[in-house]
T-cell receptor
Framework: KQEVTQIPAALSVPEGENLVLNCSFT??????LQWFRQDPGKGLTSLLLIQSSQREQTSGRLNASLDKSSGRSTLYIAASQPGDSATYLC????????????FGQGTILTVHP | EAGVAQSPRYKIIEKRQSVAFWCNPISGHATLYWYQQILGQGPKLLIQ????????DSQLPKDRFSAERLKGVDSTLKIQPAKLEDSAVYLCASSQRGLAVQETQYFGPGTRLLVL
């Protein structure tokens, strides 16, 4: 069964700290992997999309890496800010689907001043 | 560019009642998705449309859920009759072509349903 798991379920850090969110998936035959951000009462916003042929993607203070052989991805957030507080979701598209996203359960991040 | 629109934003109903949600995707987007997000979980795909045809409805509980996209633009998701376990946020998303799997999906704000 194709599944996505995220650890930890929740994370609280002081402002300015660098942090890593983890995502693992059961089937290495992925097409791509995306990281989303979800704010309370709002929809999902795509942060980074990594194609299966890529090892990492960067956007500002965010860096996402992909290791298909081990079935893992990490989202690195540098110099965290209170505005980064949100739920972060990892989602995978496997090669056998028509763009269908399979999500992990998310990591709730709180950055306190 | 206007985003994905959904209505209503909130709905409270009693079990065994029916409810309908509406979604208007980004103009020109061929693919439309409905996801169910139960509290504490990630979204789960219920149904995917390509224009007005169904691509994937394998996780749609067809005994009580139905969805349509008659003119290939906006879409309606219906639950009849609702159960307590249907309490969730229902998210609509769209993408330009959809079958090109490297595309980004754009999400609406969701409809929060509470079944009492």
């Amino acid at each position: 069964k194709q599944e996505v798991t995220q650890i930890p379920a929740a994370l609280s850090v002081p402002e300015g700290e660098n942090l890593v969110l983890n995502c693992s998936f059961t089937d290495s035959a992925i097409y791509n992997l995306q990281w989303f951000r979800q704010d309370p009462g709002k929809g999902l916003t795509s942060l980074l999309l990594i194609q299966s042929s890529q090892r990492e993607q960067t956007s500002g203070r965010l860096n996402a890496s992909l290791d298909k052989s081990s079935g893992r991805s990490t989202l690195y957030i540098a110099a965290s800010q209170p505005g980064d507080s949100a739920t972060y979701l990892c989602a995978v598209v496997w090669g056998t689907s028509y763009g269908k996203l399979t999500f992990g359960q998310g990591t709730i991040l709180t950055v306190h001043p | 560019e206007a985003g994905v629109a959904q209505s209503p934003r909130y709905k409270i109903i009693e079990k065994r009642q029916s409810v309908a949600f509406w979604c208007n995707p980004i103009s020109g987007h061929a693919t439309l998705y409905w996801y169910q997000q139960i509290l504490g979980q990630g979204p789960k795909l219920l149904i995917q449309f390509q224009n007005n045809g169904v691509v994937d409805d394998s996780q749609l509980p067809k005994d009580r859920f139905s969805a349509e996209r008659l003119k290939g633009v906006d879409s309606t998701l219906k639950i009849q009759p609702a159960k307590l376990e249907d309490s969730a946020v229902y998210l609509c998303a769209s993408s330009q072509r959809g079958l090109a799997v490297q595309e980004t999906q754009y999400f609406g704000p969701g409809t929060r349903l509470l079944v009492l």
